[in-house]
């Protein structure tokens, strides 16, 4: 194991595990990789607002980051009343939490996306004053018009693409369905922010698009919630914007090199959500390929990769992958390796040891089919289909109840009456509130670790 660290870059680290022993004819390795990320504090370790002196980050300067928030303001906005406000009120909360210095903007979106502050295409840089003046700019944001989120995104990449900073990332906060755009439009918009700047998404009440709003975060390598009370927004924003201010590296790809004959079935992040990384890899030269993890700051991250290798007799060992944490140069430069581990795969005839599966392995398998039969379990109960809803739902408790994954535990139990979680028996319930169906679509991604 390598590690890599310099002023402004945490430390980062790179375990691999897995059971790399395969039956005569066995092809197929799969390992977890778990990369820890340390050394920048959960804030960047600098205050975040009010601090007289200049921040510090690591051994160097704070990374220079630039936020921009994108607050819906369509007409359904106002119903009722108390959301418009409870979105202001959240907005000048994260702006109190931008540590002085950050560049940052608000974008107010409708069917068109408008600059609230500070305008004429620039972004504003943190300090008393500028978060002073943002927060009366909020008194301006009116809720009518249309959804179209695509050009919210647009206007904020061109805003963040014009600072010169380390950290971009975006804040959004939709109540609504994207009804003034087609879906195509979204999709293209999504493609092009991509590898731009990384995005939190948010949805507020139980009038939005659980799969729109988890698209937008999937594509923009961030997180995505349900706030079903509009009262929870500022708590919910502040806590974001911490978390954006704790970030001390962007762009950081997980690279993976593979020899001749070696095929990658998939790489997906496992913990703490899911999320497939399969279809982003972009080459990185001879049998390299990258995955984009986005920004960092001190936390631990799971991924699963599955690799193909060629029939091998037993007592043949071979390298099955080299994976690297990949940070991009400056100006082009040659790129950095933070961390590397190495997956293996040994041919034996001892079929306790190829048989075994990995515990971590094992978990995320889990896991992730948990993530997938609560969104299968969903889509059928509003398509009528409750047998089928049954079935899938009653997996999902199975699963749940055998990985200790609590929280969605609970969350399953407001859908169904839980008969016996061991096996899966559950029944419907006859009436679900819209929220809690929409909470445990939104969260169904989420995972828990491995327990110790």
């Known amino acids: 194991m390598a590690n890599f660290s310099k002023s402004n870059v945490p430390q980062f680290s790179v375990e691999v595990y897995q059971n790399e022993y395969l039956p005569e004819g066995g092809r197929e390795v799969n390992a977890i990789v778990t990369v820890v990320s340390t050394g920048g504090g959960t804030t960047g370790g600098v205050p975040l607002s009010g601090a007289a002196a200049t921040p510090t980050h690591v051994a160097g300067q704070a990374p220079k980051a630039a936020v921009v928030i994108m607050v819906d ?3 359904s906005m106002d119903y009722p009343p108390t959301k418009m406000r409870n979105a202001r009120d959240a907005t000048a909360a994260a702006i109190d939490t931008l540590r002085d210095g950050t560049s940052f903007a608000v974008v107010g979106g409708t ?16 300090d008393a004053h500028t978060k002073a003046q943002a927060k009366e700019a909020l008194r301006a944001l009116s809720a009518g ?23 971009r990332h975006g804040i959004l ?14 999709r293209a918009a999504l493609e092009s922010c991509a590898g731009r700047f990384t995005c939190d998404a948010r949805g507020v009440g139980t009038d939005w698009e659980v799969k729109e709003v988890t698209a937008i975060a999937s594509a923009l390598l961030g997180t995505a919630d349900i706030v079903a009370d509009p009262a929870g927004l500022a708590a919910d924003f502040t806590q974001m914007m911490e978390n954006t ?3 001390g590296v962007a762009d950081v790809a997980l690279r993976l090199w593979t020899p001749v004959g070696v095929e990658i079935k998939f790489v997906k992040q496992v913990a703490p959500t899911v999320v497939d990384l399969t279809g982003r890899r972009t080459e990185a030269g001879p049998r390299a390929g990258d995955y984009p993890t986005g920004s960092w700051g001190d936390e631990s991250r799971d991924y699963h990769v599955c690799v193909k290798v060629p029939e091998a007799g037993i007592g043949q060992e071979m390298l099955a992958s080299r994976v690297s944490l990949i940070l991009p140069g400056p100006s082009g430069g040659a790129p950095k390796t933070l961390s590397q581990g190495l997956v293996r795969a040994v041919w034996t005839e001892d079929m306790v040891a190829s048989t075994s599966i990995n515990p971590q392995v094992a978990h ?12 299968q379990g969903l889509n059928a109960r509003k398509s009528g289909d409750f047998d089928g809803a049954t079935a899938k739902l009653g997996r999902a408790v199975q699963l749940a109840s055998a990985s200790g994954n609590e929280d969605t535990a609970k969350l399953l139990s407001k ?38």
């Not at 069917?111 to 943190?126: D, F």
């Not at 018009?145 to 950290?167: K, M, S």
């Not at 839980?418 to 995972?447: F, H, I, N, P, Y």
Request: proline share 2%; charged share 25%; with cysteine.
């Open 73 to 75: 303001c369509s007409g």
């Open 145 to 167: 018009g249309g959804t179209a989120i695509g050009t919210w995104l647009r206007l904020t990449d061109r805003l963040l693409g014009a600072a010169d900073v380390e950290i």
């Open 364 to 375: 995320y398998t889990g896991q992730a089919e948990l993530a997938q039969v609560i969104q």
């Open 111 to 126: 069917h068109v996306a408008k600059e609230v502050y500070p305008g004429n295409g620039r972004l504003a840089v943190a």
């Open 415 to 452: 859908v169904v009456d839980v008969v016996d979680a061991a096996t899966g028996t559950v029944r419907l319930k006859a009436k679900v509130a819209e929220a809690d169906s929409m909470t445990l679509e939104t969260r169904s991604t989420k995972t828990v670790r491995v327990k110790k």
């Open 245 to 247: 201010m704790g970030k």
């Open 173 to 186: 906060l939709t109540d609504g369905r994207n009804e003034h755009e087609a879906p195509e439009d979204l």
